[in-house]
Every structure is written in C-alpha cells, then in structure tokens.
C-alpha cells in the first residue's frame, strides 16, 4: 500500500522561503507523475504544481510561477516543492499527489495527508 508523508510546512513571515519534502513508500514512483496541491480554510483544493515521470516537464498554477519550483529525487522515492517569494495567500495545507500514470492528465489516485504552511504578515 502505497504512503505518502509530507514535511517542512512551519510558520513563516512573506518573502520567506520554505521546502516541502514528500517521501513515499510502499510503491516506486520512477514511472509516476507526481504534483503538490493546497487546501486554505474554507476553501476546496487546489492544484499548486506537477512534475511528469522524468522531471523534464511541470506545470504550476499561475499564481505560483516562477516562486515555486517542484523536482523530484526517483532514487530515494521523493518529490519536493521549493517555495520562495511566500504570500499570504500561499498559507494553506499542501499535499503531495501521486497519479496514476507517468503525465499529469488525469487525477492523482493518492494523497497525503498534508503540511501546514502559515505565511504571516
């Protein structure tokens, strides 16, 4: 059974930077496109970044471009979203996403359960 696991979320002031990690085990993730989504209060969740099977393609939400970088590490099983530049807006929940094929076309089939990230002013 497929796990995966979420760190590096905190409390930081804007303009800080923070990086998230998401390990995953139980299942490889060589062959997997893999992406970030947050969750703010009240709010549904929304699509933050991917990053297709090799790691020569991603995708992030508009609002995130050219702050937030995603990679992955298919050796130890990871993928990690590099947030610089944070907004207030930024703070929410974020989970790691794992799809079900090698591209981001379809939805993710298993989620973490999430990393809080607080941007305060």
């Known amino acids: 059974q497929v796990e995966l696991v979420e760190s590096g979320g905190g409390l930081v002031q804007a303009g800080e930077s923070l990086r998230l990690s998401c390990v995953v085990s139980?299942?490889?993730?060589?062959?997997?496109?893999m992406g970030w989504f947050r969750q703010a209060s009240g709010n549904e969740r929304e699509f933050v970044a991917a990053i297709n099977w090799s790691g020569d393609e991603v995708r992030y939400e508009d609002s995130v471009k050219g702050r937030f970088t995603i990679s992955r590490d298919n050796a130890n099983n990871a993928v990690y979203l590099q947030m610089d530049s944070l907004k207030i807006e930024d703070s929410g929940v974020y989970s790691c996403?794992?799809?079900?094929?090698?591209?981001?076309?379809?939805?993710?089939?298993?989620w973490g359960r999430g990393t809080q990230v607080t941007v305060s002013s």
């Open positions: 996403a794992y799809f079900p094929g090698p591209l981001f076309v379809s939805r993710p089939d298993v």
């Open positions: 139980g299942r490889t993730i060589q062959y997997r496109a």
